[in-house]
């Protein structure tokens, strides 16, 4: 199943919806008690979800191409980012990657929808760059799993485009706020059920900046996949149900390129996942 946070014509609030085809069912008022967020329907389980799947068959549909998109979370109790996951990206950005995984935080400010517009002033960096990542959505909590259980708490996986100001990265020794910059997260547009991705090593993973593609790889090239990931986040703290954990970016960043390739002032990038959708993002550069 798909879904997607939506903002219907004549309306300032996302609504959560089912996705099919080019259509949307919006879930709430299919049923009393309906989720209107993706975070109600995760804390729901899977009772909750079998009802939105038997009862939207009911519901109204609207076209896709009316609505606008909102973050593919709204309100998760964290995000999670892990860096230099691919061998590739970390050679190109001259950084070492660990016997551990570099992990850090994004803050919530930074989240955005599809087709959304990132705004950031010229003063603050003029070394904006992308980073194509999959997105694994947290179903059930989990603490201290192993990682032949781990994918078991997995609800769904989307898709994360890490926007990073490379100059503020290499100048601080935290990079939370390098990457946290007010709308520096796009996520989805969708969010795909676990039980659609089989193996989430095994997908295709992209970037196009202005009509040219800049990443092209497989998730298959993490230096620790999926499931190490969680088993080792859930050693220390519980991973509740909605976190998000953005897995890394493979190689092909604008910074490592020569000459570099940063976002411009109305840039359009592209970051996408077979299966799981293409997440678009327009950037304005304030003077």
């Keep these: 199943m798909r879904f997607a946070h939506v903002v219907p014509p004549q309306s300032a609030e996302p609504r959560l919806a089912l996705i099919e085809g080019d259509e949307?069912?919006?879930?709430?008022?299919?049923f009393d008690g309906a989720p209107r967020v993706l975070e109600e329907l995760i804390a729901g389980g899977d009772a909750l979800l079998a009802r939105v799947k038997d009862a939207a068959g009911r519901g109204a549909r609207h076209p896709l191409d009316t609505m606008r998109f909102a973050s593919a979370l709204l309100t998760p109790p964290v995000i999670l980012a892990i860096g230099l996951n691919y061998a590739a990206h970390s050679s190109e950005l001259g950084l070492k990657t660990d016997s551990?995984?570099?992990?850090?935080?994004?803050?919530?400010?930074?989240?955005a929808g599809h087709d959304g517009t990132t705004i950031w002033p010229r003063s603050l960096s003029e070394s904006v760059d992308y980073e194509a990542e999959l997105g694994v959505i947290i179903g059930t909590a989990a603490k201290d799993v192993s990682a032949d259980d781990a994918l078991d708490h997995v609800w769904g996986y989307t898709v994360v485009n890490d926007i990073t100001a490379r100059d503020i990265q290499y100048s601080e020794a935290q990079w939370s706020r390098c990457k946290s910059f007010d709308g520096f997260t796009p996520t989805g547009p969708f969010v795909v059920t676990a039980d659609e991705i089989p193996d989430p090593q095994d997908l295709h993973i992209?970037?196009?900046?202005?009509?040219?593609?800049?990443?092209d790889a497989?998730?298959?090239?993490?230096?620790?996949?999926?499931?190490?990931l969680i088993s080792h986040l859930s050693k220390s703290a519980t991973l509740l149900?909605?976190?998000?954990?953005?897995?890394?970016?493979?190689?092909?960043?604008?910074?490592?390129?020569?000459?570099?390739?940063?976002?411009?002032?109305?840039?359009t990038v592209t970051v996408g996942i077979d299966g799981?959708?293409?997440?678009?993002?327009?950037c304005r550069i304030l003077d």
């Design 24 to 30: 949307a069912i919006l879930v709430e008022g299919l």
């Design 100 to 111: 551990t995984p570099t992990v850090f935080v994004l803050w919530p400010n930074s989240l």
């Design 206 to 215: 992209w970037t196009v900046l202005d009509g040219t593609t800049l990443q």
């Design 218 to 228: 497989t998730t298959g090239q993490m230096v620790r996949p999926v499931a190490t």
């Design 241 to 267: 149900p909605g976190t998000l954990i953005s897995t890394g970016s493979p190689g092909g960043a604008g910074y490592s390129r020569d000459p570099q390739v940063f976002l411009r002032d109305r840039s």
């Design 276 to 282: 799981i959708g293409a997440l678009t993002t327009h």
